[in-house]
């Protein structure tokens, strides 16, 4: 067992699969000479060479469409975008190609890429730079969208991404390139719409991701001295949802609260609460709480970027809302 951080850990997990299959390269923006905006791809160009590690010009529509015809062709693209706050770019080859092309080609074309990078609020970087990704792209049939909130989920994910033969959206966040965790030695996966219990409960389910499920585990810990016991669900892949896991844990705690670095309308965690309210409406004893970014433009200013991301106080305070205290 090995202590990596999260850049780290990604990077293993890319270096892995290209040793392991001739098909799999790395392409985007500052990729290989720079070793990564986030250094998330060092030592892969000195290790595979530029024919498996391609820095791409700043044209996400281009380099995007590129990988999608090397992946029709047989190949396992990774596409890292610098933030998914420029993947917009790529939208249409994303959206109108790789997620489309199996189904428009009648099956005859697999589209085997993942498209990576980092998605969501980071810290003071305006309104253009802020933005969580998720409740637009898990909208649009055809693709798998994963993301991790620890380094082993990270490695694991990645690998299992990179080998699934549908387009993976992997959204990973900023903030936490440098966390720490720990990650086995020996090769492992995470089987892509498998969800995990991060901490086991009793009173009430909150359903987080990514960065803010590690504020989340923070408030399980407070409340715990209250003798309020919280249960911590991370979906990890949230298109297709582990539904089996979140109805399990609904109908244990019959109370759940999700928690979410996105805008409240049309979310990740609106389709959660509808899911829940039709299968497990008579497991629940209150109504599902949510937690979202207040609905406005991310500021730039570092106090009030605070006050629109889920707080503490607001998180505490849906959980008790649930138990009616």
């Given at each position: 067992?090995?202590i990596l951080?999260?850049?780290?850990?990604?990077?293993?997990?890319?270096?892995?699969?290209?040793?392991?299959?001739?098909?799999?390269?790395?392409?985007?923006?500052?990729?290989?000479?720079?070793?990564?905006?986030?250094?998330?791809?060092?030592?892969?160009?000195?290790?595979?060479?530029?024919?498996?590690?391609?820095?791409?010009?700043?044209?996400?529509?281009?380099?995007?469409g590129?990988?999608?015809?090397?992946?029709m062709t047989?190949?396992?693209?990774?596409?890292?975008?610098?933030?998914?706050?420029f993947?917009?770019?790529?939208?249409?080859q994303?959206?109108?190609?790789?997620a489309?092309?199996?189904?428009?080609?009648?099956?005859?074309?697999?589209?085997?890429?993942v498209?990576?990078g980092?998605?969501?609020?980071?810290?003071?970087?305006?309104?253009?730079?802020?933005?969580?990704?998720?409740?637009?792209?898990?909208?649009?049939?055809?693709?798998?969208?994963?993301?991790?909130?620890?380094?082993?989920?990270?490695?694991g994910?990645?690998?299992?991404?990179?080998?699934?033969?549908?387009p993976?959206?992997?959204?990973?966040?900023?903030?936490?390139?440098?966390?720490?965790?720990?990650?086995?030695?020996?090769?492992?996966?995470?089987?892509?719409?498998?969800?995990?219990?991060?901490?086991?409960g009793?009173d009430?389910?909150i359903?987080?991701?990514?960065?803010?499920?590690h504020?989340?585990?923070?408030?399980?810990?407070?409340?715990?001295?209250?003798?309020?016991?919280?249960?911590?669900?991370?979906?990890?892949?949230l298109?297709?949802?582990?539904?089996?896991?979140?109805?399990?844990?609904?109908?244990?705690?019959?109370?759940?609260?999700?928690?979410?670095?996105?805008?409240?309308?049309?979310?990740?965690?609106?389709?959660?609460?509808?899911?829940?309210?039709k299968?497990?409406?008579?497991?629940?004893?209150?109504?599902?709480?949510?937690?979202?970014?207040?609905?406005?433009?991310m500021?730039y200013?570092?106090?009030?970027?605070?006050?629109?991301?889920?707080?503490?106080?607001?998180?505490?305070?849906?959980?008790?809302?649930?138990?009616?205290?």
């Amino acid at each position: 067992m090995a202590i990596l951080t999260f850049r780290e850990a990604l990077g293993q997990a890319m270096a892995e699969e290209m040793e392991r299959d001739a098909n799999v390269f790395l392409m985007g923006e500052e990729v290989g000479l720079y070793n990564g905006a986030y250094k998330v791809s060092k030592g892969l160009l000195d290790r595979f060479g530029p024919k498996r590690v391609w820095d791409a010009p700043i044209s996400e529509a281009g380099f995007a469409g590129l990988g999608v015809g090397a992946a029709m062709t047989g190949t396992r693209p990774i596409i890292e975008f610098m933030t998914w706050n420029f993947g917009i770019q790529a939208l249409d080859q994303i959206v109108n190609h790789a997620a489309k092309l199996l189904y428009m080609s009648g099956g005859q074309f697999n589209v085997p890429i993942v498209f990576r990078g980092p998605n969501g609020a980071a810290h003071m970087l305006g309104a253009q730079h802020s933005q969580a990704y998720e409740p637009m792209l898990t909208n649009i049939p055809g693709m798998k969208v994963v993301t991790c909130s620890t380094p082993y989920d990270g490695k694991g994910l990645l690998k299992s991404a990179i080998r699934d033969n549908n387009p993976v959206l992997f959204l990973e966040s900023e903030m936490m390139y440098g966390f720490k965790g720990e990650v086995p030695d020996e090769e492992y996966l995470i089987p892509l719409g498998v969800g995990e219990i991060k901490r086991e409960g009793k009173d009430v389910t909150i359903i987080a991701w990514s960065k803010v499920l590690h504020k989340v585990l923070d408030v399980a810990e407070l409340l715990a001295k209250e003798g309020i016991s919280v249960e911590v669900l991370d979906p990890r892949t949230l298109q297709p949802l582990d539904e089996d896991l979140i109805f399990s844990s609904t109908r244990k705690t019959h109370r759940v609260v999700i928690v979410e670095e996105a805008w409240s309308y049309g979310s990740v965690g609106a389709q959660i609460a509808d899911r829940i309210q039709k299968e497990c409406f008579d497991d629940l004893d209150a109504p599902v709480g949510r937690v979202c970014n207040e609905f406005v433009p991310m500021p730039y200013n570092e106090a009030q970027e605070e006050r629109v991301l889920p707080s503490t106080e607001r998180i505490v305070a849906a959980v008790k809302q649930a138990l009616y205290i």
